[in-house]
C-alpha cells in the first residue's frame, strides 16, 4: 500500500471525511485518519456529531418524544394504553446502534470512494520536500507523507474549572448519552443546544430537570421574539429554567452533585442533582496534533488560524470545522471541507456563513438563518417583519402540535430576505427553504408567490412572507 498521499485528512468527522471523499471524487490520492473507537476497540469514523453527538443525541430524541406521546397525547387520537413504560437500557441499545450504523456507511463511503483509511491518532511529524510526514499512532505506528494536509480535529466539551468531568455524576456530552436509568433530579448547567436537547430528552422521561443558565436572557443568539416563544413552550412542559445565574462551588457528594449558585437577583442557592450534565460550550481540539513540529499557528483559544478560504500559515496545509473560527456545526464543517478540496484542485469552493442555518432539535424545534430582529435594529437597517402562528395551520392542527410560528425579515425597501426564524413543528425541515431562498437574494414576496402543498406545514412559511406585505389569507 501506497503511504505517498496527494491529500491526508487528519480527523474523520462530519468536515474531515466528507473532505476525504470530496478530495477522492476530484482524482486526488487520499488518506483519512481517525482514532475515535466503538466498544469492541474497531474503527469509528464520524467524529463528534455521530459518536457523541449530532446523531445519538437525535435518537434519544425520538425515542422520548415517542413515550412523552405515548403518554400524554395518544388519548387524544382514541388510542389507549395500559401500563406504560421506557426501558431506558433497550433506549439507549437502539441509539447504538443508529451510531454504528452511520460509522460503518462513512467506511462504507471511503471503500466506495477509494479512500485509504488509518485507524489512529494523526500528527504532525516535520516538513518534507514537498509536503509532511504525518505519524498514526495507532495498532501500529506508521508514518505516511502528504502534499496537502486537511486538518479536521473537531473540539471538546469545556468543563467548569473546579469540576472536571467524570463522566457518571459531572457530565459531557458523552455522559449524557449514556445514562443508564432516569434520574430522579437532573441538573444542567448552560441553556445552549446540548443542553435544551438532553434536557428534554430526561425530563419527558420523568426526571426533574433544572437548568441553568449564566446570560440574563434564554437564547441570546436567535431572534428575541422566537427566544420567548421556545421559553414559554418549555416552561410549561415542566422545564425549570433559571437565567443570569452565577455559578459557585460544585461538589460530589454520595450519590450526587451539589451546585452553589447566584441567581439573577443576587440570593444564594443551591442544587442538589443525581447528574450534572455541563455544556457551556467546546474548545477547538488540537491535543496530540503536534503543531510546533512544523509551526502551524493557533490563537489564544488553541484554534488553527486560518484565512477566509481555510488556508492556514504554511502550505499546503487547511484546516475546517471547529478547530477553527466559525460556528461549531457539524453542516458548516462539511461545507467547507468539501471547498478545500475544491480549492486543492484548484477550483473555487465556496460557504457562505450568512447562509449557514441553526436548530434545536426540542419540542417545538427551534431553527433559522440569517439576522435577527435586534440585530438589525443594532444596526440601523431598515426592514419589515412577517410571522404566521402555526395554530392557524391546517396540518399543524392535524398533528396536534400548533406551537410557535415561522417569521420573515426582509429589507424595507428591495423586499430581500435578510432572517427567517422557526419555532414549531419540523422547524428543522422548513428552514431548508429560507435558506435556499436567501442564497438566490429571494424577496419575501418571491415566497410568497410561490405555490406550496396543502395541508402541509410549509405553508407557514408562505403565510409569514405574505405577512411581511400584510396580506396574509388564513390569520
Known amino acids: 500500500m501506497s503511504k505517498n498521499f496527494d491529500v491526508v485528512v487528519i480527523g474523520g ?17 487520499t488518506a483519512c485518519i481517525d482514532e475515535w473507537k466503538n466498544a469492541a476497540g474497531g474503527p469509528a469514523p464520524g467524529g463528534t456529531c455521530t459518536n457523541v453527538g449530532c446523531i445519538p443525541s437525535k435518537a434519544l430524541l425520538q425515542s422520548s418524544e415517542h413515550f412523552e406521546h405515548a403518554a400524554k397525547h395518544f388519548g387524544d387520537h382514541g388510542i389507549s394504553l395500559d401500563n406504560l413504560q421506557i426501558d431506558v437500557a433497550k433506549m439507549v441499545g437502539r441509539k447504538d446502534t443508529v451510531v454504528k450504523q452511520n460509522n460503518d456507511g462513512i467506511l462504507y463511503l471511503f471503500k466506495k470512494n477509494k479512500v485509504t483509511f488509518f485507524h489512529g491518532r494523526g500528527s504532525f511529524g516535520k516538513a518534507v520536500d514537498g509536503g509532511y510526514e504525518i505519524n498514526v499512532a495507532g495498532k501500529a505506528a ?6 496537502n494536509v486537511i486538518v479536521a480535529t473537531g473540539s471538546n466539551a469545556r468543563a467548569l474549572p473546579g469540576a472536571p468531568f467524570d463522566e457518571e455524576k459531572i457530565l459531557s456530552n458523552d455522559g449524557a448519552l449514556r445514562i443508564g436509568a432516569t434520574p430522579k433530579k437532573l441538573g444542567v448547567i448552560g441553556a445552549g443546544v446540548i443542553g435544551l436537547e438532553m434536557g428534554s430528552v430526561w425530563r419527558r422521561l420523568g426526571a426533574e430537570v433544572t437548568i441553568l443558565e449564566g446570560l440574563p436572557t434564554f437564547l441570546g443568539a436567535a431572534d428575541e421574539q422566537i427566544a420567548k416563544e421556545a421559553h414559554k413552550a418549555f416552561t410549561k412542559q415542566g422545564l425549570k429554567i433559571e437565567l443570569g445565574v452565577k455559578i459557585g462551588e460544585i461538589k460530589s457528594e454520595g450519590e450526587g452533585v451539589s451546585i452553589a449558585y447566584t441567581d439573577a437577583k443576587g440570593a444564594e442557592k443551591s442544587l442538589a442533582v443525581d ?3 455541563v455544556s457551556i460550550g467546546r474548545v477547538p481540539n488540537t491535543i496530540g496534533l503536534n503543531p510546533e513540529a512544523v509551526g502551524l499557528a493557533l490563537d489564544e483559544r488553541g484554534a488553527i488560524l486560518v484565512d477566509a478560504e481555510c488556508k492556514t500559515n504554511l502550505p499546503g496545509v487547511w484546516a475546517v470545522g471547529d478547530v477553527v473560527r466559525g460556528p461549531m456545526l457539524a453542516h458548516k464543517a462539511e461545507e467547507e471541507g468539501v471547498a478545500v478540496a475544491e480549492r486543492i484542485a484548484g477550483q473555487h469552493g465556496h460557504v457562505n456563513f450568512d447562509t449557514i442555518p441553526w436548530v434545536i432539535y426540542t ?8 439576522q435577527t430582529e435586534q440585530a438589525l435594529k443594532a444596526s440601523g437597517r431598515a426592514y419589515k417583519a412577517g410571522t404566521f402562528p402555526f395554530l392557524a395551520n391546517g396540518r399543524a392542527r392535524a398533528l396536534g402540535d400548533t406551537t410557535g410560528m415561522v417569521k420573515f425579515l426582509a429589507d424595507a425597501q428591495t423586499d430581500e430576505i435578510l432572517g427567517v426564524h422557526i419555532v414549531g413543528p419540523m422547524a428543522s425541515e422548513l428552514i431548508s427553504e429560507a435558506v435556499v431562498a436567501m442564497e438566490f437574494k429571494a424577496s419575501a414576496e418571491d415566497i410568497a408567490r410561490i405555490c406550496h402543498a396543502h395541508p402541509s406545514l410549509s405553508e407557514a412559511t408562505k403565510e409569514a412572507a405574505l405577512a411581511v406585505d400584510k396580506r396574509t389569507l388564513n390569520f
Not at 419540542?363 to 440569517?370: D, F, Q
Open 13 to 29: 468527522g462530519p468536515g474531515g471525511y466528507i473532505a476525504a471523499i470530496r478530495a477522492a471524487q476530484l482524482g486526488f490520492n
Open 142 to 147: 506508521e508514518t505516511i507523507t502528504a502534499k
Open 363 to 370: 419540542s417545538p424545534e427551534i431553527a433559522w438563518v440569517g
Open 275 to 277: 447528574k450534572l450534565i
